[in-house]
């Protein structure tokens, strides 16, 4: 973890439990919504050259994964 508010994908895969590649690629490739046809990341940051997610963009992501109810 980097600080209280932010980890790494180590942590966020641990947290998940998904693998490491599984977070790279949500970060970078994304997931198609079924629903919509968006495609939806996972938001991140820089801090130098580390990549840090906060918790926030976790349950943002999460969320936005849940099937819409109608």
């Not at 895969?13 to 968006?38: C, F, P």
């Not at 991140?44 to 943002?60: F, L, N, P, T």
Request: proline share 1%; no cysteine.
């Amino acid at each position: 973890m980097t600080d209280d508010d932010g980890m790494d994908i180590k942590g966020v895969a641990m947290q998940l439990d998904k693998g490491y590649s599984t977070i790279n690629r949500w970060l970078h490739e994304g997931v198609v919504n079924r629903q919509t046809g968006e495609r939806i990341y996972m938001k991140y940051e820089r801090d130098g050259g580390r990549i840090v997610i906060r918790r926030e963009a976790v349950s943002e992501f999460v969320k936005a994964l849940q099937p819409f109810s109608e």
